[in-house]
């Protein structure tokens, strides 16, 4: 436990230092004071309101910080236990790898304001696994907690699949009986059926009580990121879908948004062939070894099965159980010692150095999407503070009485200019933007929580049909003079030429 908790802080720290004391808030974000409420309860993740009322809606990044890597930390702990990792190399390489993969920079850089909530989701979900394998009837407490990291951030229950298959290949290569590994087989299915059913439930009951007593709907239909797509493909795309997941689990686990991807995919390449062929190497039985093979075919579905119910949607948010897999090959290279054949312990000294290589470059690269946020943030502050000129010069303009609207896309418009030296650190989810503010419900999130300045913005529904007006199209486009000017009662700032189309759809659901 020591040696997890320090390490995972040090790797933490090393990758993420930077941005638990920069502001740095863009995209998601940007609502530094939780309000989306409606909109998690909507998509599945109702017990998030429930857990800031305690952390609290403000999002602090050194505090969320200090509770992500001792959710994190903890997880390890289990799972090193839960695998049988034993020696302390192993140990913080696994720390090393977690900490600074792909999940834990889009968090930091971007979503910092759930970093803690997805880690405390991971933690319950390794936890069902823990209950479920320690006690006898423990796989009805695991369904519980099950259920607690399901309705926080449902792609974590990738995790609970992902070691349950770990355990799964050690149990088969390591001579546990055929009956035991069947009882663990079913006390985890039993945990997952009970926990999935729990959680549906609840979730259901939690939408009614929330339309009954606010007044307003909190359907998903039609969200992205909803499990209201479960189903969409249909019966005959489900062959479609399958392959697609195993494609899709492949890309991130080969072939990852990173810096210098061309040299990750050798070196994971490398690092995967060299655990399997030490893992097939343990056995001779071949029926255990048909078995484990089938277990390996199942890793990827097993670690990736949200990309069939999200209906193909897949992002580094998501990926964490896919970056869990390290876990297993830290499990393999543990069962040899100093004392095997030469040639074994080089191939496995390789597979140690490849696992360093890859959370050094990981390192380099959070530090690298940190940094591009602050600037986006400096940037974004200038080119606020110049569009409130433009508004504040109409006459006629009450500032948070004038309804405002907005046509074009900041992000399209004639300052946008990509920071040379930075192509690369605009992969990963949430990185790839020049300024902080994304889609268009950032603009209130930012006047309102960053700026702090009172603004009437008109709602995106709304504000479309202003895109057609002769007077509208007759505009100059932000920066230019007459960017901004009332077309009636309203002020409308066109911030880009092409107005054909707004910034991409977030929710729609009232911060109010």
Not at 230 to 240: D, F, M, N, R, V
Not at 268 to 282: D, I, P, W, Y
Not at 400 to 428: A, F, H, M, W
Request: net charge positive.
């Amino acid at each position: 436990m020591r040696t997890a908790l320090l390490w995972t802080f040090v790797f933490s720290f090393i990758a993420h230092g930077y941005r638990w004391f920069n502001a740095g808030f863009s995209h998601d974000s940007l609502a530094v004071l939780q309000h989306g409420n409606l909109w998690q309860v909507s998509i599945g993740r109702f017990l998030v309101p429930f857990y800031l009322m305690f952390r609290g809606k403000i999002a602090i990044p050194w505090l969320i910080a200090i509770l992500s890597v001792a959710f994190l930390s903890l997880s390890i702990v289990l799972i090193v236990k839960l695998l049988g990792i034993k020696r302390q190399l192993h140990i913080v390489l696994l720390c090393g790898v977690l900490s600074t993969c792909p999940t834990l920079i889009a968090l930091h850089s971007t979503y910092i304001q759930w970093a803690d909530i997805h880690m405390l989701s991971l933690l319950f979900s390794v936890i069902s696994v823990w209950l479920a394998e320690r006690y006898k009837r423990g796989w009805i407490a695991a369904g519980v907690t099950f259920a607690i990291s399901l309705a926080l951030y449902q792609s974590y229950s990738q995790a609970a699949v992902t070691l349950v298959l770990l355990m799964l290949i050690k149990g088969l290569l390591t001579g546990e009986t055929y009956k035991s590994l069947a009882k663990r087989i079913g006390r985890s299915a039993g945990f997952m059926a009970l926990g999935g059913t729990l959680y549906l439930i609840i979730w259901k009951v939690v939408k009614s009580f929330t339309t009954l007593l606010t007044g307003l709907s909190v359907d998903s239909t039609g969200s992205y990121n909803s499990l209201s797509r479960i189903g969409e493909a249909g019966i005959a795309g489900l062959p479609s879908q399958v392959w697609n997941t195993y494609l899709s689990f492949l890309e991130k686990a080969f072939y990852p948004n990173m810096l210098n991807y061309k040299i990750v995919f050798p070196v994971a390449l490398f690092v995967v062939v060299t655990a399997v062929v030490l893992m097939l190497r343990k056995s001779s039985d071949w029926r255990r070894l048909l078995f484990t093979v089938l277990a390996l075919l199942l890793l990827p579905l097993g670690a990736n099965f949200v990309f069939i119910l999200t209906n193909g949607m897949m992002h580094e948010l998501m990926i964490f159980p896919v970056v869990l897999l390290s876990a297993g090959v830290l499990m393999v290279l543990d069962w040899y010692k100093e004392d095997v054949p030469g040639v074994i312990n080089t191939f496995k000294i390789a597979a140690v150095a490849g696992l360093c290589f890859l959370t050094f470059n990981n390192t380099v690269y959070a530090n690298q999407c940190h940094v591009k946020k602050v600037l986006e943030e400096q940037a974004t502050l200038s080119v606020m503070t110049r569009l409130l000129y433009h508004i504040e010069s109409v006459d006629g303009y009450e500032p948070g009485q004038t309804p405002i609207v907005l046509v074009g896309d900041l992000n399209r418009s004639s300052i946008k200019q990509d920071r040379i030296g930075y192509e690369t650190v605009k992969t990963v989810v949430g990185t790839g933007n020049n300024f902080s503010i994304t889609y268009f419900e950032s603009f209130h999130d930012y006047f309102r929580y960053i700026l702090a300045y009172p603004v009437n913005f008109v709602f995106r529904d709304e504000s479309l049909r202003f895109n057609k007006m002769p007077e509208v199209l007759e505009m100059p486009s932000f920066p230019h003079p007459g960017c901004a000017k009332m077309v009636g009662d309203t002020l409308v700032v066109r911030l880009s030429e092409d107005i054909s189309r707004q910034s991409v759809k977030e929710h729609d659901l009232n911060p109010e």
